[in-house]
């Protein structure tokens, strides 16, 4: 045995969760409400149950709803003539709402939009967006994005609610926005409103393990059976500051597990005993206290200065381009010690979000019940063809005495005795003529297309009715054009959360967030986006937070996302021209891989380094010639040693003449001074070098 085992802890099952989690643990003194607490979960109770059954009174209620999802799985019952759901079983052959809702599943997440108001806003909304835009898979997941594409085609509708997680906090961060997937039959909202922006109560049910309640409410309760899992309803409301409550109770026991009317709001932790603010000590630094509570705060003191910047280029107010730097503003400072508000919120925490809208309600279509009579009639004629072609079979012939064994054998052999006997056996096929059900079948697949507005097109099927490129781009938009409202209201339910995850930031996000910019030019720069880039100062001298910005998304983003039709379309830029590739090659392939690193080319980075390095390099063609000729080397060394010396300069005795550097056929720089010196000695009348004029051409005086 080791030393130091003997001091290592030995977990036991009591000491352990064990007992929790399988509901085993005895509770000795569960909370009970107090008369407050029994009075508002009684109040509660009773509108969650009125909402409740107003849910159940609308299309959308349960039994539909159990309806719809079954048939998207295929579990579906046969329908009377009324088009009312039976109790009889049907195959489902074809499952037609699980393809249409497939079909039409957007798997990627549109870009916020936010529009600014002045020029001044223009660095901070574009810090806004590049941060959401980083930040959104930690935010918002691919699966939640997934589960709530489905939940919005089958259930008609679906919640997307944005909340704060102080759980997802590291050393530079406090927390951040989380955005979660409802469905319909787990949010209920206050009856009568339409407008889910004026809604002044909402209801949730969710359900939470004994072990998270103890950790997040800090108080036991007892769960029904052996399951360790209870349903809880939490009440989001808005008091009367119009700032956001919560209310949280046990479903079936009625345990009040948080009663919070400042949810919304800030909070500290203060000392009991003096009130003065302790962030993480146990014991209170001025009077020794060891009770503390956390109590709902409006505004905080400054510590430092708060300095402005900004960016005279981006902002707009200045075309210069060396500009493009945070400035620090100097006749925009706070000063430390300045009282300033905290950001509340005023606006629940629950977004709808629908493919078809219905002028008046709250809730959309569902897919599904588009289809759901089109899918019982095309699985009734399938159901039919399928016994019909199950019945037919062929029918064979013989004399009465002709014994024919037809056991399990594919093939059977029969002997016969003449030849009258053989033309006695004969095998009649009896086919079922299901010609008639294919056909209702695939018209009534036609129509049910023709309902949700799929084409062939959009399924990526062969399509003649386009017989060229022209028809064909025009069927395309036709068909995008069929699709454009289901994609407003998808796009109205985005800028939402967006809205949303923009003022949980500027609620509870004190510290600077860094982000990675894309700048046109190809490069990244790390920028800062901080929630005092929207302190303002009204004329009265208050302070308040500027959040009244449009929001919309970017709908050119998605196409961004698909990073393999990115490069595609570069590709075509390229090979077309665009990017000037006949002008400056060099500077085209620079442009053209660029492009391709900003949209994660796997080998832009090596591409971009050869050139940077070919760069350096002569073309090579001259390479080639050099090494070809190497005179011609030392007459370029010979001129640059002359240049550089002031000897090639025009004007200056004694030195080279223009073209003097330059090589005439085949001569060398010594060939052509002696050319040079005979044709002036020819012209003084002097006599020549006969050793140069046999490589010349004629001389001076050949002609005299």
């Known amino acids: ?179 979660e997937n409802c469905p319909i039959d787990t949010v209920f909202p206050q009856p009568g409103v339409t407008n889910y922006k004026k809604l002044e109560y909402i209801f949730e049910t969710r359900s939470m393990t004994l072990a998270t309640i103890k950790d997040l409410f800090d108080r036991e309760v007892a769960a029904d059976g052996d399951s360790d899992i209870v349903e809880i309803i939490e009440t989001y409301y808005l008091n009367a500051d119009r700032h956001v409550g919560r209310f949280v109770y046990v479903k079936d026991t009625l345990t009040v597990l948080a009663n919070d009317l400042e949810w919304g709001m800030r909070r500290r932790r203060e000392c009991d005993g003096c009130h003065a603010v302790v962030t993480t000590d146990a014991t209170c630094p001025v009077c020794g206290g060891t009770n503390f509570s956390y109590v709902g705060v409006k505004t905080q003191i400054l510590d430092n200065d708060l300095e402005f910047v900004t960016n005279p280029y981006r902002s707009g107010t200045s075309s210069d381009r060396s500009q493009d730097n945070m400035i620090t503003s100097t006749d925009r400072v706070i000063i430390s010690g300045t009282e300033i508000p905290f950001y509340l919120i005023r606006q629940l925490p629950f977004i709808p979000k629908r493919t078809i809208k219905v002028p008046g309600d709250i809730y959309g279509i569902s897919e599904v019940k588009l289809q759901l009579e089109s899918q019982d009639s095309i699985n009734k004629f399938l159901n039919k063809a399928e016994r019909k072609s199950a019945m037919s079979k062929a029918y064979v012939t013989k004399m009465k005495d002709t014994n024919i064994d037809d056991e399990d054998e594919e093939i059977t052999y029969v002997e016969v005795e003449s030849a009258q006997e053989g033309q006695a056996i004969q095998v009649k096929q009896v086919i079922a003529d299901i010609s008639e059900e294919i056909t209702m079948a695939q018209m009534l697949y036609d129509s049910a297309k023709s309902t949700t507005g799929v084409t062939d097109t959009d399924q990526g099927k062969n399509d003649p009715s386009a017989r060229s490129g022209k028809a064909k781009q025009i069927q395309m938009m036709a068909s995008q054009s069929r699709q454009q409202s289901p994609l407003i209201q998808r796009n109205i339910a985005y800028a939402g959360v967006y809205e949303l995850i923009f003022k949980y930031l500027l609620a509870f996000c004190d510290e600077e967030r860094s982000f990675i910019n894309l700048l046109p030019d190809g490069t990244t720069k790390e920028e800062v986006w901080s929630k005092y880039m929207f302190l303002e100062q009204d004329k009265n001298g208050k302070f308040y937070y500027r959040d009244d910005f449009a929001w919309s998304v970017d709908q050119a983003t998605e196409i961004t996302q698909d990073r393999a039709s990115m490069w595609q379309m570069i590709d075509n830029d390229f090979l077309n021209g665009t990017m000037g590739t006949t002008i400056d090659p060099t500077r085209a392939l620079l442009m053209y891989w660029n492009m391709k690193k900003q949209y994660g080319y796997p080998t832009a980075d090596f591409a971009l380094a050869f050139l940077d390095e070919a760069i350096k390099h002569l073309p090579t063609q001259i390479e080639q010639a050099l090494v070809n000729n190497p005179e011609a080397v030392q007459l370029a060394l010979n001129y640059i040693q002359d240049m550089q010396s002031g000897k090639g300069l025009v004007g200056q005795s004694g030195g080279a003449q223009n073209g003097a550097g330059r090589p005439a056929g085949n001569e060398t720089k010594t060939q052509q001074q002696a050319g040079a010196n005979n044709e002036s000695r020819a012209k003084e009348g002097q006599s020549t070098n006969s050793s140069v004029a046999k490589t010349g051409g004629a001389q001076g005086g050949t002609g005299k």
Request: charged share 30%.
């Open 1 to 179: 045995m080791r030393a130091n085992e003997g001091t290592l802890p030995t977990p036991s099952v009591s000491d352990s969760r064990v007992l929790t989690y399988l509901n085993l643990e005895h509770i000795e003194n569960p909370y009970v409400n107090t008369v407050q607490e029994a009075e508002l979960v009684g109040l509660w109770n009773a509108k969650f149950l009125i909402a409740k059954n107003e849910y159940e009174k609308s299309r959308v209620n349960s039994a539909n709803l159990k309806a719809w999802r079954d048939t998207y799985l295929g579990i579906f019952n046969k329908l009377d003539e009324n088009g009312d759901i039976t109790q009889v079983k049907m195959k489902a052959l074809r499952k037609l709402a699980f393809e249409l809702v497939e079909q039409k599943i957007n798997a990627r997440i549109p870009a916020p939009k936010m529009t600014p108001r002045y020029h001044g806003d223009l660095v901070p909304v574009k810090a806004t967006e590049a941060l959401i835009r980083q930040e959104m898979d930690r935010m918002l997941s691919e699966e939640t994005q997934d589960e709530s594409e489905r939940s919005c085609l089958i259930d008609s509708t679906t919640w997307l609610k944005v909340s704060w997680d102080p759980f997802d906090n590291t050393h530079e961060r406090s927390g951040m926005p989380i955005v």
